[in-house]
């Protein structure tokens, strides 16, 4: 885990020096839920579990392709003792921009991996990797802030002992630094100001 946050530091520190002038970064601050199927929720003795905050960091590679960093933590709780144990994980994907839909909504779609922290409601907690593929969009309601939603599966090695293939959906907002984003260097519009 110290050597994946490493990497990832050196990265980020590396990526904002060399390409700052460009624009390229989107933040985001979210609401995650995490839910365990039946056999799952055996093993990690947990339906539902809730956190905040999602961290998000993205950085634009390309007209579609953006790359992904989400850290969330239970670093909030709603109600006191709504977890059965405090989940934590660092994820990056590849996401994929699908064509504009209507009023500013943005779909798209990716894969990645993880790092899941280990459920403290199992006998050996230890962390987890995991493979994910994700869906979902952003509507744009201005040229620099939007709602985003996603729906993560996240699967996990039969052999961990401490945690188990699970979804997450993570929904909150965004703020790009790139208020030209759009296609021939013109900001996106305002969903008001659209035509319908």
Not at 2 to 23: A, Y
Not at 142 to 165: D, F, P, Q, W
Request: net charge positive; with cysteine.
């Amino acid at each position: 885990m110290k050597n994946l946050i490493i990497i990832f530091m050196l990265f980020l520190s590396c990526s904002l020096s060399s390409q700052n002038d460009q624009n390229k970064w989107t933040v985001g601050v979210n609401l995650s839920t995490v839910m365990f199927g039946d056999e799952a929720s055996k093993k990690v003795k947990e339906n539902f579990n809730m956190q905040f905050p999602s961290i998000e960091i993205s950085r634009k590679l390309g007209q579609n392709l953006s790359v992904d960093f989400i850290y969330t933590v239970e670093f909030l709780q709603s109600r006191k003792g709504v977890n059965a144990f405090k989940y934590s994980s660092f994820d990056t994907y590849l996401r994929y921009e699908l064509p504009e839909l209507f009023l500013n909504i943005v779909p798209f779609g990716g894969i990645g991996f993880g790092y899941i922290k280990g459920a403290t409601t199992t006998p050996n907690p230890q962390g987890s990797l995991s493979l994910n593929i994700m869906g979902g969009a952003t509507i744009w309601v201005s040229e620099r802030v939007g709602l985003t939603g996603r729906i993560m599966y996240k699967n996990v090695s039969s052999s961990s002992e401490s945690m188990a293939s699970h979804f997450q959906g993570i929904g909150g907002i965004v703020y790009n630094f790139n208020i030209n984003s759009a296609a021939g260097g013109e900001g996106r519009k305002r969903i008001w100001d659209e035509k319908h």
